[in-house]
């Protein structure tokens, strides 16, 4: 698989992104349909020679003109309205963790567990191992667990920072003096990418975000492993 595949189009991993391209696809045939509809009734009026200069108002048309974009509107705005609901529903996770954005790297702290705390760098180009995608990969990747409801307080020691993981549909703001929260639900175990999505400096590109998702035994063996 190509770097570009790996990067781009990498399959969803939680319900809250399937729900996401559920609501593309939904408003993208609304959006079709409104082309579509609009487009040819704009060649019809353009192609045919069919004039009436007596007609001076068309009530029924009016009416139905401003009903339909309603009805469309109220389509697009009751499934919308639902995933924003999704996003920030946050009942009872069983693990939190803590990350902090710096210029040009993140650190991570597992809050439930004693000493397990540390900094994420990305690999220089020099040291890259044949498997792994240049500008994404880190010295230190973070490990959760799948099927496990995961909290994580996001903020910043300088700049504002963006936590993103585009295949998990997150994307939460690092603020200086501000905690920000998002939720993880892996479904499947894998590898994640993301990056940095705020422009925050020169090394901006740099500070890339990486999440193996495992299942839960593997991530005890980590975790004890992490904290020797």
């Known amino acids: 698989m ?31 349909m409104i082309v579509l509809s609009v487009g040819y009734t704009m060649l019809f009026l353009m192609m045919n020679k069919l004039k009436d200069y007596h007609t001076m108002d068309g009530q029924y048309l009016e009416i139905f003109w401003t009903i339909m974009p309603a009805v469309i509107l109220i389509f697009l705005v009751l499934p919308s309205l639902r995933i924003l609901y999704l996003i920030d529903e946050n009942d009872k996770p069983l693990l939190t963790l803590k990350t902090i ?17 540390f900094d994420t760098y990305m690999i220089p180009q020099n040291e ?6 240049r500008l994404l990969e880190v010295d230190n990747r973070m490990t959760l667990p799948m099927n496990m409801l995961t909290r994580i307080l996001i903020s910043s020691e300088d700049v504002i920072h963006s936590w993103t ?4 549909g997150v994307k939460a703001d690092a603020t200086p003096g501000r905690l920000n929260q998002a939720t993880l639900w892996f479904n499947r175990p894998g590898v994640f990418y993301g990056q940095c999505s705020e422009i925050c400096g020169a090394n901006h590109s740099f500070m890339p975000i990486v999440i193996e998702s495992t299942p839960l035994h593997n991530f005890f063996e980590w975790i004890m492993n992490i904290s020797e």
């Open 2 to 32: 190509s770097t570009y595949a790996d990067l781009n189009l990498q399959d969803s991993a939680s319900f809250l992104m399937e729900q996401l391209m559920y609501f593309h696809d939904h408003a993208m045939f609304i959006v079709i």
């Open 128 to 133: 890259l191992k044949p498997s792994n995608i």
């Open 101 to 117: 954005g710096h210029q040009w790297y993140w650190s991570y702290e597992y809050s439930d567990f004693l000493d397990v705390e």
């Open 165 to 168: 993981i585009p295949s998990m």
